[in-house]
């Protein structure tokens, strides 16, 4: 497999996060395009240089263009970033698939298992594409838009190839934004998937008004809870101490600027949860994501109580007084 030469970059997806990276990519001196489904009025964002929806006080900058076309993206672009949410992953790579030759190279910033099947991202991209492009996440501690805003970020990006981390880790960063490697694809995806179901039980837990004790130990036996799935699945254990790991936790369990703990301090008053999602106006990757982590860790046999936990109010009607009770209650053990 080779990498290929460093050619011009398209980003397939242009809600809140596709279009912040977007934008960091033509910051650090990018050619870069952003594709919009006509949803997303690709002619307006061109036009008014801003996406008014989601990030309305960042502008563009030159080096980025917009293209509703998505073959022509596709076809005139060497590097293929996908940013859509992981319920829409596979549909976006096989409408991506045709328009593909041996010089492109895909990655990713999608978070959460395919809820069907438990598949990680890059086994999706595996089974729709094969394993003959090299390959790549970016994932990390990230608001799209502080992102947007240019204010001082870290991320982390795997990749199948070392060469293809280096190089996208290079083409993303400026003063403001610093991205670091890894060879741990599983180890990056899976913190990106679990850390959005523990921001949903730690903003309940704040809904509830536990106080900070109770938000610190959902934090810490969360990460828990992550890294043993990780492990499981065949991932490297101090990925999760890292920022795709314990800082993704961290930034999406205790900020309100995150839609998964949005959902838990809605879901602690009682409401419902399609009218809170409505209400966001974003999908929240936690709600998928409680599903298709039950499912895994069930497959796996990995003890996940908090994340199943989760599960159970969102899936069959446990009640949270049900949820505290199980979780407290249960058998004294070693921590670790």
């Known amino acids: 497999m080779k990498t290929g030469p460093i050619g011009s970059l398209a980003v397939i997806g242009a809600g809140s996060w596709g279009t912040a990276l977007a934008i960091q990519f033509a910051r650090a001196g990018q050619p870069t395009v952003l594709w919009g489904r006509a949803e997303d009025d690709p002619e307006l964002l061109e036009q008014t240089r801003c996406n008014a929806r989601y990030l309305p006080d960042t502008g563009f900058p030159d080096a980025l263009r917009i293209d509703g076309n998505l073959q022509r993206v596709i076809e005139t672009n060497t590097d293929i970033l996908i ?146 799935l990780g492990i499981a699945l065949g991932a490297q254990t101090e990925t999760f101490m890292g920022l795709s790991g314990m800082g993704d936790l961290v930034l999406t369990c205790t900020d309100d600027q995150s839609r998964n703990r949005q959902m838990g301090l809605a879901m602690a008053s009682g409401r419902d949860v399609d009218e809170v999602a409505r209400e966001i106006g974003q999908v929240v990757e936690g709600v998928y994501a409680a599903k298709a982590v039950h499912t895994v860790a069930t497959r796996e046999g990995v003890d996940m109580p908090i994340c199943e936990q989760v599960y159970r109010i969102l899936y069959e009607d446990a009640t949270p007084a049900e949820v505290v009770d199980n979780l407290m209650g249960r058998a004294l053990r070693p921590e670790n």
Request: hydrophobic share 40%.
């Open 83 to 228: 940013c859509v949410p992981s319920h829409a992953f596979r549909s976006v790579l096989e409408q991506v698939r045709p328009h593909l030759d041996q010089s492109k190279r895909l990655s990713w910033a999608t978070k959460g298992f395919e809820q069907q099947t438990g598949k990680l991202p890059h086994q999706v991209a595996i089974e729709v594409l094969g394993d003959a492009y090299p390959l790549a996440v970016l994932s990390g501690p990230t608001f799209a838009s502080e992102v947007g805003a240019g204010l001082p970020t870290a991320i982390t990006v795997a990749a199948t190839v070392p060469a293809f981390a280096e190089e996208l880790a290079e083409r993303i960063s400026n003063p403001q934004f610093r991205a670091y490697t890894s060879s741990d694809i599983i180890g990056v995806e899976v913190g990106g998937a679990v850390k959005n179901v523990l921001a949903i039980a730690a903003g309940m837990s704040d809904g509830f008004g536990y106080g900070a004790n109770t938000r610190v130990a959902v934090i810490c036996r969360g990460l828990n809870e992550m890294t043993r």
